[in-house]
């Protein structure tokens, strides 16, 4: 990691280190991916406002979300399948995350368990849930997080049909790989990788093996969805998990205002502006150009949270300026985690960390909760900054 300087970089090595299926997985958008390249454009297009002769000898990072104290605003994104970017891929990520004072969020889709994941680090974590046609699972799945002592619940709810993703298709993308001679001949270049994985506790779903009926010889993750998840899902589920769940409970996937002030209603303790990194409904706007609007509507009434194209220190200052409290991050860790593992991951944190350092000081910025819409260029001088609600303890 001696000459990792960026993301990049990062996303460089992954894509030499893990076999294609797998870093495509990742990588990948849904459709012709113009959400996909939306969500970078339209951060880059923000630019920020330099100040000079600005005392930042004083500038810190930590943050509190929901209650939670952060050591920065971040937060690792529910990503499937990071068992299948290195071995244990959830347990490593998870423990650098610990290490860096930030949440890791493990997915319904992971590789590791809930319980794998709990037994090894020994600290709360954040749960994400997909709600399946079988809603008995999912409040098995809940108690279960529950028992692990997971502390907060990640509802996403722009999954309920899978917006279809052509490399993974062409890949023919499974869990674990078939043993075809494309595949042989790739995982064959990448040892590393697959003696991790070999290592690893399990090569499947480990949140769903033995625990759903009919489903445990299916290792396509697009089969699960077409066949487990539910196209009825309404907010009446929501009513229902927040019923049934006793800790903070985040909605992800909120791309419309009239969505937002739902899930507001509906006791949603905070809500993550998303459009599933570009993998779902292709041609819905970027993630930053709807946080705005939502952060407008209804940021003094619950916390909001970002996730959409972050790759830089600058894109966090970009998020948490238009009204995101913290960020969420995906592939900037999963391309740590095919790089280099924990380390890879830690890596990730560490570099966003110091880019976000370096941007607060050159827009003279000291502390998070002192990030506002001033910090942009452009933007319409008569725009107040967006409320931010007041955080319990």
Known sequence: MRYVTCIEDLRALARRRVPRAFFDYADSGSYSEETLRANRADLERLKLRQKVLVDVSARGQSTVVM????????????IGLCGMQRGDGEILAAKAANAAGIPFTLSTMSICSIEDVAEATGRPFWFQLYVIKDRGFSKALLERARKAGCNTLVLTVDLQVLGQRHRDIKNGMTVPPELRLGNLLDMATKLPWAW??????RKTFGNLAGHVKGMENVNSLAAWIAQQFD?????????????????????????DVDDARTAVKLGADAIVVSNHGGRQLDGAPSSISMLPQVADAVGADVEVLFDGGIRTGADIMRALALGARACLIGRAYVYGLGAGGEAGVAKAIEILKKELDVTMALTGVNRIADIGRHVIVGLDPAMKPTPRRKTKA
């Open 67 to 78: 209650g939670q104290e952060l050591a920065a605003p971040l937060v690792l994104a529910p």
């Open 196 to 201: 991790s994985i070999l290592r690893g506790r």
């Open 231 to 255: 196209p009825a899902l309404s907010w009446k589920d929501v009513e229902w998990i927040k019923g049934i769940w006793p800790g903070k409970l985040v909605i992800k996937g909120i791309l």
